[in-house]
């Protein structure tokens, strides 16, 4: 691990100018590829205290031993050179897009004599024009097929070809019609060309002009009672359409565009690019990346553009491309894409109307791909197992920690204090043992507090059932305070030999904390109390992603393609969903609550059978114990209890038009009612009227 001061440039070395900056390992090769507007400024920023630095990289300027630099004139000049270095150089701290050859596209060879239609991948050839690309092969076969009766284009390879011309012979499409046998002279190549041409102009969006074509011949067909041929030119019209409505209109005013998304996390992100044109969505394509280095949204859409356009020129950069966020500073970008293209190319973020509905879209399929990857790569038997042994190595534990239980703290500015428990088995999660718990030693804020008390009640429980009591050792909270997450049945069914259900009966190799060095320590407080001594303890800092440990000053810093920080991630996030979750129901079914909720007792039917009754808490409150005993199913010993529960609640304040203020009584007899608030809407120059409203 080198030190960066050892290779720090002299002051006044580095130019205040655009250029693209090296840096270099021990054995001379290239680690990362930058740019800047000014390299005095850039370089200056990684050769600060390595303390202040983010994790990734820390870790780049420490592996690096040298550092060299380009100057260019202009920003633009510096954005190609730096995507020709990181083609040419691979360095392992860029951002790489992974996939990025494995999509296919419709392609039709126009440099030859006879074009043909195919499939292609892989990297684009002079020549050939490409249309999407789609996410899957048999996409492009079902739009030829379609496409072959209007356009009767060769499809068959090179040897096909030769055969069927050395026999005389066509292949089967130029028996059946859907190729215009060029391979023996049905038509010639020139003729041949054009209609591979007219094919190029279908896909390209220019739809209409064909279509009133055949319509027009069909139509004389007719008149001259050629039915046969009529009919063939209306199968003809029903397939483009059949062909057109594959990719349904999504921009009314026919606009050639491509929209990127991206979608993120600390450790990876996925983006994903709609293809556009002519207002249809004629492809698709996403990427996943490793965030290797510290990077925003801007920078990642940045990346996203070179690795996009880096190689198209023409038609093939569209006049308007869509993203997220704007890449700092957007004019050389923009500039770049302008040059490529050869005319203006408009870069934004949609802000209304149907681009942004599309751009939600195709942010909501970046957000599942994204997804997908990571069930993917967790479902991987051989990557759990790798996972767990990275994690114990960097832990110093005996052995892989085959359960893992991790706890997070969630609240509201103090309300409604809660707390969450999941657990992995083998790298997976098991949900029939999820817990969740509310925070009762104590009110307010503090999560250091909270997570003594979660950790003591877990560990004190787990004690109990050590000593094969099956019941509580305290008394401080009923059974049905821990539940499981979604409704699953608690302890997924699992009984001991006297049938009762084994509620924290397994201990945790390992217990993971959300927080940093100070939630580590009230967990480790935890089980010093309880006597525990063979359950290791560490925390995740959200932040920079560092595991702390208990009695040590610094972090274990995993490396960021770990597959032991990846679990340690999902593992957390899960804790903190099954968290927040519960917070959140629990606030809103105090927002919801009446005085009838604190009656012992008194279930949810009951409640709604009372308030039938009588139309109104405010009449119930006032009736006597025998006309609640009238209410079909409650008794006098319940009608007691609610009597006494509605005599000490405070009574609600009377029904109040929010709109005037005006207070309204409550006629004998009947509930109280406000009326409804004037429908029509509010002026913008009347705060008073405006204030009583959101009140």
């Not at 060029?182 to 739809?207: K, S, Y």
């Not at 004190?460 to 401080?476: I, N, P, V």
Request: proline share 6%; charged share 30%; with cysteine.
């Amino acid at each position: 691990m080198a030190d960066p001061s050892s290779y720090r440039p002299r002051p006044g070395e580095i130019p205040d100018s655009p250029g693209v900056y090296r840096f270099r390992d021990e054995h001379r090769r290239v680690i990362y590829v930058g740019k800047a507007k000014s390299l005095r400024q850039r370089l200056a920023n990684y050769f600060q205290d390595v303390a202040h630095l983010h994790p990734r990289t820390r870790s780049m300027v420490t592996t690096a031993a040298s550092v060299e630099w380009t100057v260019v004139s202009t920003e633009v000049e510096a954005l190609q050179l730096e995507y020709s270095w990181i083609k040419e150089y691979d360095p392992r701290f860029n951002v790489k897009y992974r996939d990025d050859k494995s999509y296919p596209y419709l392609a039709v060879t126009m440099q030859e004599d006879f074009p043909r239609v195919q499939v292609m991948r892989g990297h684009k050839r002079k020549g050939v024009r490409y249309f999407g690309p789609y996410a899957h092969a048999w996409a492009i076969r079902d739009t030829v097929d379609l496409l072959l009766r209007v356009f009767p284009v060769r499809t068959c390879s090179a040897g096909v070809f030769k055969n069927a011309a050395r026999t005389g012979r066509p292949c089967l499409l130029g028996y059946i019609g859907k190729c215009s046998a060029p391979c023996v002279g049905r038509i010639t190549p020139d003729d041949h060309w054009d209609l591979a041409d007219e094919f190029c102009d279908f896909m390209a969006g220019r739809t209409g002009t064909y279509l009133r074509r055949l319509e027009r011949r069909m139509t004389e067909a007719a008149e001259e009672m050629e039915y046969e041929r009529a009919a063939r030119l209306r199968d003809d019209i029903e397939a483009l359409k059949k062909a057109m409505e594959k990719n349904a209109v999504v921009l009314a005013d026919a606009t050639d565009a491509d929209l990127i998304a991206v979608a993120e996390d600390e450790l990876e992100a996925a983006v994903q690019i709609f293809h556009v044109r002519g207002g249809r969505v004629r492809g698709q394509r996403g990427w996943v990346t490793d965030k290797v280095e510290e990077i925003t949204t801007a920078a990642l859409v940045e990346h996203a553009l070179q690795q996009l356009y880096g190689e198209e020129t023409g038609d093939a950069v569209p006049k308007e491309v869509l993203v997220p966020a704007l890449p700092e500073p957007v004019e050389p970008v923009q500039e770049w894409l302008t040059e490529r293209r050869g005319s203006a190319v408009s870069l934004r973020i949609p802000q209304r109307g149907d681009k942004r509905a599309l751009m939600e879209t195709v942010q909501r399929n970046a957000q599942q791909a994204l997804v997908l990857h990571k069930t993917k790569r967790a479902s991987d038997l051989t990557t759990r197992s790798r996972a767990l042994e990275e994690i114990a190595e960097a832990l110093g534990l005996d052995s892989a920690p085959l359960r893992v239980e991790c706890y997070d703290i969630s609240h509201l500015q103090g309300d409604d204090v809660v707390a969450s428990m999941v657990v992995f088995e083998d790298g997976l999660a098991r949900k029939s043992e999820y817990r969740r718990f509310q925070i009762k030693g104590f009110r307010g804020q503090d999560d250091v507090r909270s997570m003594h008390e979660v950790i003591t009640r877990r560990f004190r429980r787990y004690l109990a059932e050590k000593e094969r009591t099956g019941e509580w050792a305290d008394g401080d909270e009923p059974p049905g305070d821990d539940v499981v997450d979604d409704g699953e049945l608690k302890d997924g069914g699992l009984k001991d030999e006297d049938g009762r259900p084994k509620r924290f009966a397994y201990p945790p190799q390992l217990v993971v904390v959300d927080g940093g060095q100070p939630q580590v320590a009230a967990a480790q407080r935890a089980l010093d109390e309880l006597g525990i001594d063979d359950i290791a303890v560490c925390g995740l800092a959200k932040r920079l992603e560092e595991v702390w440990l208990p009695r040590e000053d610094d972090p274990v810093v995993l490396p960021r393609t770990s597959e032991g920080l990846y679990l340690l991630q999902r593992v957390r996030d899960e804790a903190h969903r099954f968290a927040i979750t519960y917070q959140r129901t629990k606030r809103a079914k105090r927002l919801r609550a009446g005085p009838l909720d604190d009656v012992p007792g008194l279930g949810e039917s009951r409640k709604q059978a009372l308030i039938k009754h009588f139309g109104s808490v405010k009449r119930l409150r006032s009736a006597t114990v025998d006309q609640i005993c009238e209410v079909p199913g409650i008794g006098r010993k319940t009608a007691e209890t609610v009597a006494v529960a509605l005599a000490g609640a405070t009574p609600a304040g009377p029904a109040v038009n929010t709109a005037t203020g005006e207070i309204m009584e409550e006629p004998d007899g009947a509930p109280a009612t406000a009326p409804e608030a004037p429908t029509e809407p509010v002026a913008a120059g009347d705060p008073e009227r405006r204030r009583g409203q959101e009140r």
